[in-house]
């Protein structure tokens, strides 16, 4: 938890330092996953409501091992998420990913409500997988990150894979561990959590692949005379709507 704190001070300074994108002054506050929300994922971003007024706070939550894993798995879960791992993770999950996309989402206005209720999955995933590389790119965290930072990628292409063949191919508990910890250099402990949320969840695991697909591309659109932090700020201008139509808003 400690971590997690630095790591959003960090991943804030280099934001700014960098213009990457622009920032907010709503608070952040890192805790322990709530034990009713455990078992699915291992961090996830708890922010206000779309229609929300209030000055809410945005919780960046972090499970702990499950009670019932045996030493050695819990052993293998902290070799997934070390150290140079939990900053790829608050990058993710706050600082530039969710909890600034999201900040940034909650100040659109549009001619209508639904725009702001109605927000693409896809999207949100695919700017904070985004956020990632770009981070990366700028070398936060040096080559340690960079390495975190493809290992991701690499997961995010099995997730997809995951979410179609466990739902529709009948893929079995031992092939898909197989597939995360050795064409996917994943730990036992990070594999055996992604094998529960397979089963818990679909279409979910696919958003990280799909969305970053279609936000990379878009980013990659930049025209040669804008700098990144402002395109990026056109980016999250609009809301949190489906990449397809992000893509024609940006041009209207």
């Known amino acids: 938890m400690e971590l997690a704190r630095l790591t959003l001070d960090e991943s804030r300074d280099f934001v700014r330092a960098h213009d990457v994108v622009s920032l907010v002054d709503d608070p952040c506050v ?8 455990r078992g699915v994922a291992v961090a996830y971003c708890d922010a206000p409501g779309p229609l929300e007024t209030a000055e809410v706070t945005t919780f960046y939550c972090i499970a702990p091992t499950p009670t019932d894993w045996p030493p050695e798995r819990v052993e293998s879960f902290y070799r997934e998420y070390n150290n140079h791992m939990v900053r790829n993770l608050t990058v993710h999950e706050a600082m530039p990913g969710h909890f600034l996309q ?34 990366a790119e700028h070398g936060f965290g040096g080559l340690p990150i960079r390495l975190q930072q493809l290992k991701i990628q690499l997961r995010m292409t099995i997730n997809a894979i995951l979410d179609q063949v466990v739902h529709c191919e009948g893929m079995t508990e031992g092939e898909a561990m197989a597939l995360m910890t050795q064409r996917g250099f994943q ?3 990070e594999a055996a959590g992604k094998w529960r949320r397979a089963l818990l969840t679909s279409t979910q695991l696919s958003t990280y692949f799909a969305g970053y697909s279609e936000v990379a591309s878009i980013a990659a659109a930049r025209p040669s005379d804008m700098p990144v932090g402002r395109w990026h700020d056109a980016m999250l201008s609009h809301g949190s709507p489906s990449p397809r139509h992000l893509r024609t808003l940006l041009q209207t």
């Open 102 to 135: 999201l900040a940034h989402s909650r100040r659109y206005q549009g001619s209508t409500r639904i725009r702001s209720v109605a927000r693409s999955g896809p999207f949100i995933e695919g700017w904070a997988v985004h956020a990632e590389q770009v981070m």
């Open 187 to 189: 730990e036992e402990g």
């Open 30 to 37: 890192i805790q322990e996953m709530p034990e009713f929300a």
